[in-house]
Every structure is written in C-alpha cells, then in structure tokens.
C-alpha cells in the first residue's frame, strides 16, 4: 500500500508518523519497532525515532507500506 502524508509543519519525526498512521500505538514503542524491523527511509535503513523527514521523503514499513511526505 502507497500513502501520502501530508503535513502542515516543517517537518514529522519517524517515530510520529508511525504513530500517526498507526503502524505503532505509542511513541514509546517507536524505539523497538525501528530496532526490530527494516524502515527505510528514502531507500536507506534508518533506526533512529528522531530522523526529521521532510517534503518529498519516503518511508517503507515491511508488511504495512509506504509513506510519502508532503506538505499543505
């Protein structure tokens, strides 16, 4: 599944849109889903809950989909 997100600040952190596409149900469960799952971001394995992702970034989450970012 693609999805696009849209956002209405500079930019999401990781860990928020996980949450908020619910693929996480808490911020703090952010830490262990990156640690046990291959996120790419922008085609690139990334762990890190605070990554800043911006307009025109894309996030693949195995066995849920991909997020593209896009600003209002």
Known sequence: MKKDVTIDTP????GQLLKAEAVISSG???KWF???NDV?????RDDRR????????TVAVP???SFTIHSK
Do not use: C, P, S
Request: charged share 25%.
């Open 11 to 14: 930019y999401i952190t990781l």
């Open 28 to 30: 703090g469960q952010a």
């Open 34 to 36: 990156l640690h046990d």
């Open 40 to 44: 790419l971001v922008n085609g690139e």
């Open 50 to 57: 605070g990554k800043k992702l911006y307009e025109g970034d």
């Open 63 to 65: 066995d849920v989909g």
